[in-house]
C-alpha cells in the first residue's frame, strides 16, 4: 500500500530542496521513508512563480512527483512508468478502419480476406 502519512520540510538556502518523511505498510510490516528531493528554479524572470521538482531519479523538472505501491521512493511519471489510461486502450488499427468505413463492412460482411485480428478490430471499428 502507499503511505499512510507523509510529512514535509522545505531547505531553500545552498541547496533548495524539499525532504519528505513518509511511512509505508506492506501487510504487517511498516518502513519509514526519508527523501530529499531537489527544487529547480523557474526557466526566467517572466515564468510563473513557483519552483519545480527535479525528478530524484532523471533530474527532469517536473511539477508532480508520484510515489506508485510499488516504489519506495517518489519519482516522475516516467521513471515510475506510469501511463494514461487513454494509451492503454487506444488503438491506432482500429482508427484506421474507422476512416475506411466500406473495408469494416467488407470484412464483417465476409467479402474480404480477414485475419481474425482484423476481424475484432473491425467490430471495434464499427461500434465506436
Known amino acids: 500500500m502507499g503511505p ?10 545552498d541547496e533548495n530542496a524539499v525532504e519528505i518523511a513518509y511511512v509505508t505498510h506492506d501487510g504487517a ?6 527523501q530529499r528531493i531537489a527544487l529547480a528554479p523557474p526557466w526566467d524572470r517572466f515564468e510563473a512563480l513557483g519552483w519545480w521538482f527535479a525528478c530524484p531519479i532523471c533530474g527532469r523538472r517536473v511539477e ?9 521512493s517518489f519519482a516522475c511519471r516516467r521513471c515510475s512508468q506510469l501511463i494514461y489510461t487513454s494509451t492503454q486502450v487506444h488503438d491506432a488499427r482500429v482508427d484506421r478502419l474507422r476512416r475506411d468505413p466500406r473495408r ?9 480476406a480477414a485475419s481474425e485480428t482484423e476481424y475484432v478490430l473491425a467490430l471495434k471499428a464499427a461500434t465506436l
Open 29 to 34: 510490516e511498516t518502513r519509514p521513508h526519508c
Open 64 to 72: 508532480k512527483l508520484y510515489l506508485p505501491n510499488a516504489q519506495a
Open 4 to 13: 499512510h502519512s507523509l510529512a514535509y520540510r522545505v531547505l531553500i538556502g
Open 104 to 112: 469494416v463492412v467488407d470484412i464483417l460482411g465476409g467479402r474480404a
